[in-house]
């Protein structure tokens, strides 16, 4: 029942939809999210926890950053994934994926890891 309730919670929420969407398009750093979303850190933070303790994500560390991505090896979870994604009308999210294209044009590093001499690139939110 605990492990419903996790997954319910995970989806309840607008922000955590929004991540799930952007990382339909495959995986980014969490500066990357903080810049679509237009959110400082910690808050973005909170909702990738809340979404990898239901298991909808998986994380994986690059020096100082996390990089996260869509998990796709329970068929339950991907399933209502895939439903939930497919009816969120991409016009809803238009906003993000500017900002998040925008953000990555001007990343010098396309393998989404920001050296710390370039720090500034990620506006001190990475």
Known sequence: MQEIMNILKALSEETRLRILK???HGE?????I?????????KVSFHLATLKDADFI????QGRWTHY?????DFFRRALLLSILERIPKEALAED???LEAF???????DNVVPLSEKKQCAGRC
């Open 22 to 24: 952007l990382l339909e």
């Open 28 to 32: 980014l750093c969490v500066c990357d």
């Open 34 to 42: 903080v810049a679509a979303l237009d959110m400082v850190q910690p």
């Open 58 to 61: 998986r994380d994986r560390k």
């Open 69 to 73: 991505r869509l998990d796709d090896s």
């Open 97 to 99: 994926r500017r900002r």
């Open 104 to 110: 990555m044009k001007d990343k010098p590093f396309r």
